[in-house]
DNA sequence: ATTATTCTGAAACGATCGTTTCAAATTTTG
DNA sequence: CAAAATTTGAAACGATCGTTTCAGAATAAT
């Protein structure tokens, strides 16, 4: 299919696999009725997909979260989804698509909540004190280990994709606590002369090992000494 | 098989599968005639093992290195070995025994080289720094992720064997870490009112998170100059 | 109501999973 | 050298892997 040259139609191929050849090779059709049969086509569904998707890929998201993409079979995640293979790989497609479909979701549903907690704040540097102690609470209090960072140890070496959306995740957490360690630097809760950008990745960097540290000590003491001396730190 | 109660006597049982019950329920066998009987055993060895398991375990290691425990089949590991499963199952065991074995001998090589490494320096503190520029080097160079940190994240939050060797490990880098951090102390090279086992705490800790940070964004920069920041900040 | 289309559920696909079996090869003991 | 013991290699084990097939149920348009 390409154009036809002439504005306004489009020329289509026509093939002969079956009948005797009595029609011409090609068939313009102006892209107006190209749109509509494009338009009927999507409109013409005999039969509703039954599964909310998005609930779904919730589903799938805590499996993996517990057991990883390696450890997670289709058994385990199409149980957990209550939907038949044959659904799974007609909507959303293979078990690489499903999990790039729910770490996708989960970084995305993960930035907005950071984004709406620091909006909170008038003060960027209580923004900042509230983001790392709630960082803790979730090391603390949530039973799965981060998925972002599972991932990353787990797939993001070898899948430049998954790398990619982990990257995304990161560069917009990053600049959310930029502009954080600059507002504070402006409103006089931080040194002058913070090295901002080099803070704001430093922040970000020590939850992936306080969230080792507890997977392997399980001493909460520990992860929170830590916090507070970051805190103090910072505010300095 | 139990003490006979008798100073210097076995009481082993004997079973009848086969030939009709002539003999006694048990029989007593002195403690001498027992060990004389275990080191003919262990003397009696038809054929000796052929492949190297010290060699064999860290082919496998690197394998699981590479493809994490759920990711690695046995046919990986068992081609890496040059060894046919047979004489894995007769040698080493199952696949978990074989993991663990391996993240075994990783810890317990890098505990004893940290070591070595430590001790060829007179200043403490420079030691500490010393290991830290080590750290980031094997971060930017090594083309693998840490085992032990991708252990913690794929197996150590299920499985609490794993979680007791990760934890072994960290136990004796922290205990060499809060050594040398005293030791700065004392000599004067950190600040006295320093909080010496939180330090040594928050030093292991940073590691992972630069980890993480080049895998995600393959920036060498960014973490050269977080693990500067560190330097300067436990210099001071 | 009929036709056209699509989703669903059950079953099955070949491939590979971790593991075991067993005869042959190999080595030491007596 | 023969007997005893054990590792090795090839093959196969049942189970499960991720994925596909396809008849039938369901739905919308004609």
């Not at 289509?12 to 749109?35: A, C, G």
């Not at 917009?172 to 409103?187: D, G, K, N, P, Q």
């Not at 969230?211 to 001396?229: G, L, N």
Request: proline fraction near 2%; hydrophobic fraction near 45%; charged fraction near 20%.
């Amino acid at each position: 299919m390409q154009s036809s040259g002439v504005t306004g139609s489009i020329m289509f191929p026509i093939r002969y696999n079956l009948y005797p050849k009595l029609l011409p090779d090609f068939i313009f059709i102006s892209e107006t009725i190209v749109s509509e049969m494009a338009l009927s086509l999507l409109l013409l569904m005999a039969r509703l997909v039954e599964f909310n998707q998005q609930d779904a890929i919730r589903k799938a998201m805590e499996v993996f979260w517990k057991k990883g993409y390696n450890g997670a079979s289709m058994r385990d995640l199409t149980d957990a989804m209550q939907i038949n293979p044959s659904s799974l790989y007609n909507t959303i497609g293979d078990k690489r698509q499903l999990f790039i479909r729910c770490i996708d979701d989960y970084t995305q549903a993960r930035a907005g909540a950071l984004q709406t907690h620091a909006s909170g704040f008038k003060s960027a540097s209580k923004a900042l004190i509230s983001i790392i102690n709630e960082s803790v609470n979730s090391i603390l209090y949530s039973s799965n280990s981060c998925l972002a960072i599972k991932t990353t140890f787990e797939l993001a070496v070898t899948d430049k994709d998954v790398q990619a959306i982990l990257k995304h995740e990161s560069d917009l957490t990053y600049a959310l606590f930029l502009s954080l360690v600059r507002r504070a630097i402006e409103e006089k809760e931080m040194p002058a002369d913070t090295d901002a950008e080099m803070i704001a990745d430093y922040i970000l960097n020590a939850f992936t090992g306080w969230h080792q540290s507890y997977i392997v000590h399980q001493d909460a003491a520990r992860v929170k000494k830590m916090a507070k001396f970051l805190i103090a730190q910072i505010s300095s």
